[in-house]
């Protein structure tokens, strides 16, 4: 799986802290960038990563504006933005709740589905990539040390908040 050109090394003159900040950055940019090209391909050419966490919520039960605002610690009118974008582009749609008519709960579609299935085969191929490039186990000895250091799982839903661009 090609990968994109590599983000720039932070010149020495950055501190070690920023540095490093930018350079888990870069990582995470670098997966999501080759994802989103490869999603492209494969029929999804119009998803961003704050969509992937939207839908991921979604398809976790997460079936409402309210909700979903709350869950990726964003605004209301973002998450209602968020989710007609999706409606558009055919990732989710409302169903009618028998038990209350007014009320319109999310959905993944399909094509939602299918686009979070193949951005998972992405990714675990793009890690593959990557232990081959490295080795299978310092990429395993990164992970175990990013574990450490987060302090525990990592809601990766919320780090819609601070992705959020259409």
């Known amino acids: 799986m090609p990968i994109p050109p590599p983000f720039a090394t932070p010149p020495s003159s950055v501190p070690p802290g920023p ?12 997966m999501v960038d080759t994802a989103t090209l490869e999603l492209a391909k494969r029929g999804h050419p119009d998803v961003r990563a704050n969509h992937e966490f ?3 919520a979604i398809q976790g039960g997460t079936d409402s504006a309210v909700a979903l605002a709350g869950k ?6 973002a998450a ?5 974008t999706l409606e558009a582009r055919g990732y989710v749609t409302r169903a009618i709740d028998a038990a209350d008519g ?3 709960p999310l959905l993944l579609t399909s094509h939602g589905q299918d686009m979070l299935a193949q951005g998972q085969a992405i990714l675990d191929d793009l890690r593959r990539t990557w232990a081959e490039m490295v080795g299978g186990d310092r990429l395993a000895d990164v992970e175990r040390v990013l574990r450490t250091l987060v302090g525990g799982p990592v809601d990766v839903i919320d780090a819609g908040a601070w992705l959020a661009t259409e």
């Open 19 to 30: 540095a490093l900040a930018l350079l888990l950055l870069g990582g995470f940019r670098a």
């Open 54 to 56: 939207a839908m991921r």
């Open 72 to 77: 990726l610690r964003i605004t209301k009118q």
């Open 80 to 84: 209602a933005k968020t989710i007609a």
């Open 102 to 104: 007014r009320r319109r």
